[in-house]
């Protein structure tokens, strides 16, 4: 496990375990890693900036700027809004199928995706729910955001990540690994238990265009909560789009799982703090990896944390890790540790 509290007058890291199964190696405070879900948060600050440049509305259409791409089996693009994309409103289904196999793992873990053959995969279900109906969370919602960010910007949304958050913030040790399967050094080795009972698998090495712009980033505990605690404190975005980003609606999924409070902003969550009030950020999972990150209403303090292995295939293992990993987040931004 890595962590690292900011406090607004210092950095306190934290680690344990080890850093790898066969090196005994410590974590390195300063590694790097996978953030899943996290790149979601990164991706709706751009969308919102270009919101702010006059671009694109959050009101448009996903079709007016990709026509045709959202459709079959009773999807519909016109019927869509960008809000609905950046706040899991739009009932798009979700085009992700995890591996259940080791051995299926590494059959695919080299295997390049491109954008529109991830909507594809999607596409062959039926939605979710009508647009706007309810809440569920969908990877290809932040597909289909990138590649309006490509349409608008005539850049992919990596690059416009990195121009407009990533240099500015001088966050040097996160970004878009996109075909190469290697995390820069350090790192400590990931693994996935693909069954209940199962072997510990590394899933460290692999190409990460799977994610897309729904969680293809990588980088470090320092990065992301300097990340979090400028946007928070509207470095990155104006008033107006900020305060949208912060406009939720209940995350009843995640509520029903044992996630009391949940709410589900534009690539952002609220949840509540033990000591009263609530905070900002964004998990992430992806194979091997788990990013929790949390920061406090304008930015004060924050928490990111990042544990390196996972069970998939056990719902139980899954919740009794969120559920650590949500305490120790509580923990820091109260105070009490």
């Known amino acids: 496990m890595l962590g690292e509290v900011d406090t607004g007058s210092g950095r306190l890291p934290a680690r344990s375990g080890v850093a790898g199964l066969t090196a005994k190696k410590a974590m390195p405070l300063n590694g790097y890693f996978r953030i899943g879900s996290t790149t979601k948060t990164f991706v709706a600050t751009v969308v919102l900036q270009l919101v702010g440049e006059g671009e ?29 994309l950046l706040q899991h409103t739009s009932g798009i289904p979700e085009y992700l ?31 979710s729910f009508e647009p706007g109906a309810r809440w569920g969370y969908s990877n290809t919602n932040y597909v289909l955001a990138g590649m309006i960010i490509r349409k608008v910007t005539g850049r992919t949304w990596g690059e416009e990540i990195e121009r407009r958050i990533l240099t500015p913030l001088a966050l040097r040790h996160t970004g878009i690994p996109g075909a190469d399967p290697y995390l820069p ?22 190409n990460q265009t799977l994610g897309d712009a729904a969680g293809a980033m990588i980088s470090t505990t320092g990065d992301l909560n300097r990340f979090f605690r ?68 304008g930015g004060g303090r924050s928490v990111a944390v990042e544990v390196t292995s996972r069970s998939p295939a056990d719902l139980e293992a899954l919740l ?18």
């Not at 009101?59 to 809000?83: A, F, H, K, S």
């Open 97 to 127: 199928r995890p591996a259940t196999s080791a051995e299926r793992w590494r059959q695919a873990r080299l295997r390049t995706w491109r954008p529109d053959q991830l909507v594809a995969l999607a596409m062959e279900n039926k939605p």
């Open 56 to 84: 694109l509305s959050l009101d448009d259409t996903v079709d007016t700027w990709l026509p045709g791409v959202v459709r079959g089996n009773g999807n519909d693009g016109r019927e869509i809004t960008v809000r609905q």
């Open 185 to 206: 050094n350090p790192h400590a080795k990931a693994y996935t238990r693909f069954t209940p009972d199962g072997p510990l698998t590394d899933v460290t090495t692999h």
């Open 230 to 297: 400028a946007l928070l404190s509207g470095r990155l975005l104006a008033p107006a789009q900020l305060a949208a980003m912060k406009k939720t609606v209940p995350a009843k999924a995640l509520q029903d799982m044992g996630v009391a409070g949940a709410a589900y902003g534009l690539g952002l969550m609220y949840r509540p703090l033990g000591c009263g009030g609530g905070y900002w950020g964004h998990g992430g999972d992806e194979a091997g990896f788990s990013t929790r990150v949390g920061a406090v209403p």
């Open 320 to 337: 009794h890790t969120d559920r650590a990993l949500t305490t120790l987040v509580d923990h820091a931004l109260c105070g009490t540790s």
